[in-house]
């Protein structure tokens, strides 16, 4: 079964200053993909980034990349210019590639970040 | 609709009593997942559903907890004499297609109380 492993419960940054959240999977597949989701205050479930492991390319979404090392399995978030928006949990979450069963979202534990003003 | 909706936003109930949780997809959308999160957790996969098919169904702790999906739309995840132990927040989520990196897209759950 594939685990997702956060080590990090909770982080806190200054404002406009860049962090960087890590999180390790273990799978013995070789083409999977990553995510990491936001839950802000609310509660709600957002899409942060998306990466593809047969994909070398770091995936980036303006202000948020990761560093994926796959060999490693690590598959970090790195968050420039922090806001105060981006104070949320933030989780890491495995999916294997369809055809291969297993074909649902495994979460880490998740990482508390506050940005502090 | 514009999201994943869910009904009701918050329910208490008491022990032993069954509640039905429900989920509207987004339209067009062929798969359906149901994943319950404790406090302070990751949320912990339940089942899914693609079309009207439940796919996958072991994340159900136990058969107390049930779920369809009969028109491959709307799904309703029904426990039955619920415990203390149930108590969480339940979210559904929907994408294009399983597996196909289309992502999931949560709702906004439904936040069970048993008491």
């Known amino acids: 079964a594939q685990t997702v492993t956060q080590s990090q419960p909770e982080m806190s940054v200054q404002e406009a200053e860049t962090v960087t959240l890590s999180c390790t999977y273990d799978t013995s597949e070789n083409n999977y993909y990553l995510f990491w989701y936001k839950q802000p205050p609310s509660r709600q479930m957002i899409l942060v980034i998306r990466?593809?492991?047969?994909?070398?390319q770091n995936a980036t979404e303006n202000r948020f990349s990761v560093n994926f090392q796959k060999a490693a399995k690590s598959f970090s978030l790195k968050i420039s210019d922090s806001q105060l928006g981006d104070t949320a949990m933030y989780f890491c979450?495995?999916?294997?590639?369809?055809?291969?069963?297993?074909?649902?979202?495994?979460f880490g534990t998740g990482t508390r970040l506050t940005i502090i003003p | 609709g514009a999201g994943v909706s869910q009904s009701p936003r918050y329910k208490v109930t008491k022990r032993g009593q069954d509640v039905a949780l429900r989920c509207d997809p987004i339209s067009g959308h062929v798969s359906l997942y149901w994943y319950r999160q404790a406090l302070g957790q990751g949320p912990e996969f339940l089942t899914y559903f693609n079309y009207e098919a439940q796919q996958d169904k072991s994340g159900l702790p136990n058969d107390r907890f049930s779920a369809e999906r009969p028109e491959g739309s709307i799904s309703t995840l029904t426990i039955q004499r619920t415990e203390q132990r149930d108590s969480a927040m339940y979210r559904c989520?929907?994408?294009?297609?399983?597996?196909?990196?289309?992502?999931?897209?949560f709702g906004n759950g439904t936040r069970l109380t048993v008491t």
């Open positions: 979450a495995f999916m294997n590639r369809p055809g291969r069963g297993n074909e649902k979202l495994t």
């Open positions: 990466q593809e492991a047969y994909k070398q």
């Open positions: 989520a929907s994408s294009l297609m399983t597996g196909d990196n289309s992502p999931l897209h």
